[in-house]
């Protein structure tokens, strides 16, 4: 649990919540970030997984009356839920289910803060080539413009972390209607880098029809998959839709 008064007052002014927008909060926890969005949103919409975090939280921020806290997983429950911008602090365990969520909802919100484990900020930031480079960094590259913006001391929290923290902001790329990512599109992505190592040809072997092979483009063929960019691989993934064995 975040613990310092001080990261928290730059973790939400790093959000740049306006008092007309709609806040999505992911892990309540203690409520100290919670008082601060309810103090400048207009909505705020705030899940807490654990019941008995739940049950004194929701004692202690009952005055809010612009607070709606639900108890739950948000990932499951609040598919239908509008919001401009979204804020957590979650487990790192649950960054990589959080960003591929996060990035199925990217065509309908403004802007997403995430406290996260400065490994993970690396791996989603990465370039092609590099050793971090996964099938996350594609998937948050090609929804977000990340920003890394300051890291947090292990103090700062308690229990402390034996990990490097960070801060980190993704902002929806310029993306009409619809996210790019569905499930499906996630999965292409997460199989193409369980090539990870061999070229590209290996997977076009395993995943396209034979009669339609031929409709990759030979230069990506002789190139390792951990060596396309993000944008070649979302091009990928909507050929490959169409031509999958």
Not at 164 to 190: A, G, W, Y
């Amino acid at each position: 649990m975040l613990i310092s008064e001080e990261i928290a007052d730059r973790f939400v002014d790093a959000a740049e919540i306006v008092k007309e927008e709609t806040v999505l909060e992911i892990g309540t926890g203690t409520g100290m970030i919670t008082r601060r969005l309810c103090a400048i949103g207009k909505r705020v919409i705030s899940y807490e997984i654990d019941s008995q975090m739940f049950e004194k939280t929701e004692q202690s921020l009952s005055s809010y009356e612009n607070l709606e806290l639900k108890l739950g997983d948000a990932f499951n429950a609040s598919s239908e839920v509008c919001f401009d911008v979204c804020v957590t602090s979650l487990p790192y365990s649950e960054s990589l289910r959080f960003v591929k969520w996060l990035s199925m909802r990217s065509g309908g919100f403004k802007r997403c803060l995430a406290i996260v484990q400065s490994e993970f900020a690396e791996k989603i930031s990465s370039k092609p080539g590099s050793d971090s480079y996964r099938a996350v960094s594609v998937i948050a590259q090609d929804s977000f413009e990340i920003r890394r913006l300051f890291p947090i001391q292990s103090e700062e929290f308690q229990p402390p972390p034996k990990v490097l923290s960070e801060v980190v902001k993704m902002t929806p790329k310029k993306i009409p209607h619809q996210p790019f990512f569905d499930s499906k599109r996630i999965l292409l992505v997460n199989q193409l880098f369980s090539f990870r190592g061999r070229l590209l040809s290996a997977a076009v072997r395993k995943m396209v029809i034979p009669e339609r092979r031929e409709e990759i483009p030979e230069e990506l063929l002789s190139t390792r998959i951990e060596d396309l960019s993000p944008d070649q691989i979302a091009d990928l993934t909507l050929k490959i839709e169409s031509i999958m064995a």
